[in-house]
């Protein structure tokens, strides 16, 4: 935690995931379990998200996706609210950065939210991020 109050992209996005549990092998690599704490963990999330750092820019991406998941879905029990304008807003900057699950993740925020030609922007960046992917697959199994 420490490491991303430093600006470490890193850091934020281990110490995000770490204290909102949405990756438990996470706490195994921390020495064990971890008591999680949703609030404190988007907070770091989106201090990851909002580091311009291009050395370490899949890190920001990653931590902007998780911390637009979170706020698309929501959370029971009233812990967090769900907050569509702040899944879009992360989620676009993931897209943004290359994320191809943060460019479906906000146009399905969008479609869900009856915004039908704001969505199909994000599904089409998708669409060809996931078909370059295939075609690189396709492209390294014939090379072999």
Same mark, same amino acid.
């Given at each position: 935690? $420490? /490491? ?5 992209? =890193? &850091?934020?996005?281990?110490? &995000? $995931? ?16 971890? $008591? ?15 580091? +311009? @750092? ?5 890190? @920001? ?6 911390? /637009? ?5 929501? !959370? #029971? ?8 304008? #702040? ?5 676009? *900057? ?6 191809? *699950?943060?460019? +479906? !993740? =906000? &146009?399905? =925020?969008?479609? *869900?939210?009856? +915004? ?7 599904? *089409? ?8 992917? +295939? ?10």
């Amino acid at each position: 935690m $420490k /490491a991303c109050d430093a600006d470490d992209a =890193v &850091g934020c996005d281990f110490a &995000g $995931k770490l204290l909102t549990g949405c990756e438990p092998s996470l706490s195994a690599q921390a020495g064990g379990p971890i $008591k999680t704490d949703v609030v404190r963990g988007l907070a770091y999330l989106e201090h990851g998200c909002q580091l +311009k @750092s291009s050395a370490q820019m899949f890190e @920001s991406s990653e931590s902007c996706y998780a911390a /637009a998941f979170f706020y698309a879905a929501g !959370l #029971k029990g009233g812990v967090l609210a769900r907050d569509d304008e #702040k899944a879009i807003a992360l989620g676009s *900057r993931a897209c943004e950065l290359g994320q191809m *699950r943060a460019c +479906k !993740l =906000v &146009g399905d =925020v969008y479609q *869900r939210a009856g +915004k039908p030609e704001q969505a199909e922007p994000f599904h *089409r960046r998708f669409a060809q991020m996931e078909r370059q992917i +295939k075609e690189q697959v396709s492209l390294e199994m014939q090379r072999t």
